[in-house]
């Protein structure tokens, strides 16, 4: 390679693992697929599909996304035992490129609180764990836990050895986010330098964000330490205070290459879809001022910047809207747009209808919305396509219709109609608000005894007009699920909602009520 040629950074997104052990945003395998697919549109190096040993639903996420990625890696995580690598490996099985992705814990405290076990027994087990792996593809990445809190010489010890194994990528984990970018960026170095078969691995960063330093800190260690790997996800998501965020990190590195001088593979116009999808999916909203995807990252509301923009958009804008998926939106939408029209800003927007019949479906949606609404934006149209996919999932309660009743100085009351497979039923009930009515009336028939964990209202885009997009998560025996609804009503939005996460905890062989 000629000197000063950019070397690759390689993607490596974990919003289907650790994203998903954010409290609350457990997706469903339809949902993983649907993200997974964005993924690979965007040009991730590699997906890491989940914990195959975590849960059967996992195990079958994972193994349908490895059957159906074709251009990027994916991966499972897995412990340090043969049980759970042999369990990444069957779930990995349908790829045409996988890799599994072990781990242990290497800091004392880890070893011998978390554990239980000794740094001998420890050095042991990773290196087995990695000759395992092997057994069944040569991309094995090993990642000492809680790496940042480690002892240097110990770490060196260990990954030394599992390189010697085959661990082709070391992951050094930032775990609880206690890395500080410039000792965390010279950690790495140290190890690169004093493991002599350090260039046998290609050396990767994975950071929390739990001091707000988790990009930071990733940058540090791919500019001090070297690392070519970042591990990342959408919007940030993950475990507690989240991950280093995947369109920050490939942002700066883009934005300044004059620094960094190294080469991404990303579509960056898929950033701003991924995002929202991720968002819908999960519920956690994206913050208006979040950079790059948040609503407000391009928006100019003072007067010196406005004239700045006008005459130059450089003057206060280090990035293009359009070049991270924000559409320029060219074409305004409504009542009178037809099918061709839709259909290019479903392209645009990365979202891909599998069949000639599912976009029928999804444009006679847009224009019965179109009827009530002037103007619909990108979000109405991620909404309604979204709402046509979970139709597909073969709902078993579905939303058909509502009356609601609220005045002053009464009990607000709610009388609902929806199909329990397939078959219509009504009912009514009083409430403390009127969601409250709603989800009363509907727990009159089904009677699931889940707990509501969250409710949350947003307005899609802005105004008065603007659909309502509800999330409402739910909880039953252990099980955690998110439900979301859309609708120019926000009452009917939070009952679609409710229905929508009583799909989820529902299924054939374990009926919420099984009178039903
Ligand atoms: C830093 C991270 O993000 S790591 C990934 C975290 N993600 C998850 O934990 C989500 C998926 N996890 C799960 O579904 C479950 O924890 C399972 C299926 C993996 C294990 O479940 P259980 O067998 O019930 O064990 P449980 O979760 O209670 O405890 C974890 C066990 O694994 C051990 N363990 C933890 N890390 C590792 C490791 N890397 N390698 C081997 N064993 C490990 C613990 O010491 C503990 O062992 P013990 O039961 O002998 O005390
Ligand atoms: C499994 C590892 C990489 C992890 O998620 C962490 O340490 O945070």
Redesign the pocket.
């Known amino acids: 390679m000629a000197a000063n040629s950019p070397e690759k950074l390689i993607i490596f997104d974990t919003t289907l ?2 994203g998903e ?1 954010s409290p609350g945003a457990s997706m469903t395998k339809d949902e993983k697929i649907r993200i997974a697919k964005q993924l690979e549109r965007m040009k991730v190096d590699v997906i890491e599909a989940g ?1 195959a ?3 059967p639903g ?1 195990f079958e996420a994972i193994k349908a996304i490895a059957g159906i990625i074709k251009d990027s890696t994916v991966c499972s ?1 897995s ?3 043969d049980k ?1 690598i042999a369990r990444a490996a069957e779930a990995l099985q349908p790829a045409e490129r996988k890799r599994i992705h ?4 290497t800091s004392p405290l880890h070893m011998e609180k ?4 000794t740094p001998d027994q420890v050095f042991e ?1 990773a290196r087995l ?1 990695v000759r395992y792996a092997r057994k069944f593809t040569d991309d094995v990445e090993f990642s000492p ?2 790496g940042s809190r480690s002892d240097m010489d110990f770490l060196c010890r260990v990954l030394e050895a599992v390189i010697a194994e085959g661990a082709t990528t070391i992951n050094f ?1 930032d ?1 609880v986010g206690y890395g500080v970018p410039e000792l965390y960026g010279h950690m790495l170095k140290t190890l690169r330098e004093r493991i002599p078969n350090s260039d046998k691995a290609i050396w990767s960063v994975h950071c929390h964000n739990d001091l707000g330093m988790a990009v930071a800190n990733s940058l540090a260690g791919v500019m001090i330490g070297g690392a070519r790997q970042v591990e990342c996800t959408i919007n940030g998501l993950g ?1 507690r205070a989240g991950n280093t965020a995947l369109e920050e990190i490939v942002m700066a590195v883009k934005t300044r290459r004059d620094y960094f001088n190294l080469d991404i593979g990303i579509d960056t116009t898929q950033i701003v879809p991924a995002s929202k999808l991720v968002s819908q999916i999960t519920g956690f909203a994206v913050q208006p001022n979040k950079s790059v995807v948040g609503a407000n990252a391009f928006a100019h509301a003072s007067g010196i910047h406005q004239d700045g923009v006008l005459k130059a958009r450089d003057t206060y804008e280090i990035m293009r809207a359009e070049d991270v998926g924000w559409s320029a939106n060219k074409i305004v939408l409504g009542k009178l747009s037809g099918r061709n029209a839709f259909k290019q800003r479903l392209e645009e927007l990365g979202i891909a209808l599998e069949s000639e019949t599912e976009v029928n479906a999804a444009f006679a949606r847009f224009k019965e919305l179109a009827d009530r609404k002037s103007e619909i934006f990108d979000e109405d149209i991620i909404a309604l396509v979204s709402d046509e996919q979970h139709s597909h999932d073969k709902e078993f309660y579905r939303f058909v219709s509502l009356s609601q009743h609220s005045e002053t100085g009464e009990k607000p009351s709610a009388s609902v109609v929806f199909s329990i497979d397939g078959k219509e039923s009504s009912c009514e009930a009083e409430g403390n608000g009127p969601v409250d009515a709603i989800v009363n009336a509907i727990e009159t028939k089904v009677a699931s005894g889940a707990e509501l964990l969250l409710f949350s209202v947003n307005a899609i885009t802005t105004g008065t007009q603007s659909q309502g997009e509800v999330t409402m998560r739910l909880s039953k025996a252990g099980r955690i699920v998110n439900g979301v609804g859309a609708d120019l009503d926000i009452v009917v939005a939070s009952a679609k909602a409710y229905l929508s996460a009583l799909n989820k905890l529902h299924s054939k062989s374990e009926k919420l009520n099984p009178q039903l």
């Open positions: 693992r650790d052990q914990f040993a975590a849960s996992d995580l412990r340090a035992n759970d072990t781990f242990l814990a978390k554990l239980r076990m087990q764990a836990e809680d984990a775990t475990e």
